[in-house]
DNA sequence: GATAAAAGATACCACAATAGTATCATTTTG
DNA sequence: CAAAATGATACTATTGTGGTATCTTTTATC
């Protein structure tokens, strides 16, 4: 069970250090430096970043990355979702259909409970904090 | 991000169903019935529930099985661990080995604090809950 | 304009965990 | 002994994650 994968660790890390430079566009070389991530798969979750909205990219010689948004507005949730989807910590499945009873079961409902548990709490979490931390 | 694999899932009905007959000894074809869950999929399961001391087993003609505790005794985190080993929803890997700042990453704390909090919830939970539910 | 340094796009491979199947051995009751 | 049950175990399939490789596009600078 994890709640967090490897790309959203390091993309969570890679954004805390993008946006430690307080605006200065940093390369690939230097985060892979930094980060001691290999550098291609770095570069699919900067990507991702991208793509997603928290990083604006910057092409040719001299390029590289920034911050699309403010640090106390980037909220580790939000980057959790972009590389792993949806936070459900349980599916009710039954085989491949959708069980039949989720809407009355006692266990769903005590997970659910959970896990709107662990969505807040990953949702007061923003890149600022981790970095004053 | 799931908490829960479908293994765990399975067990705790099968669990559940188990306890609810009080005592009858049940066998597999009825919870495959019960639970539709495929036979060979369900005995490897419940052969593990009894490796690991929720029910106890009998072979032979008549046979199949008991609860081995009380309802208000088995925890579904206990069920859980026997089928995902220990819950821990964050590993501090940097590629394979264990990431050496993890001492004093402002990150793993805050994970740390979650993960701490849904064992916990987990941890309440008794099958006699949900069969009340 | 050519060159080089950057990111974008995309397809692919590797590995591990989960999900699920199949087979044979053993025990027990009648 | 036969039948009905579980035990043990090995195997296969699927999926998600982790990671690589390659080619294209953009842009600053000489």
Redesign the interface.
Known sequence: ????T?NT?YG??ALAFIVKEEGRVVAVPELVKAL?VPRPFLRKILQRLVKKGFIKSYKGVGGGFRPALPADNIY?VEV?KAF?GP?????????KDLCPNRKVC??K???D???K??VS??GK?TIA??L??
């Open positions: 069970m994890k709640l967090l490897r660790d969570i890390r001691k580790i959790a792993q936070v459900t910590l349980n599916e009710c499945l039954l085989k006692p266990l409902r005590k997970i409970r959970i896990e548990h662990v709490e990953l979490i904090e981790l004053k931390g």
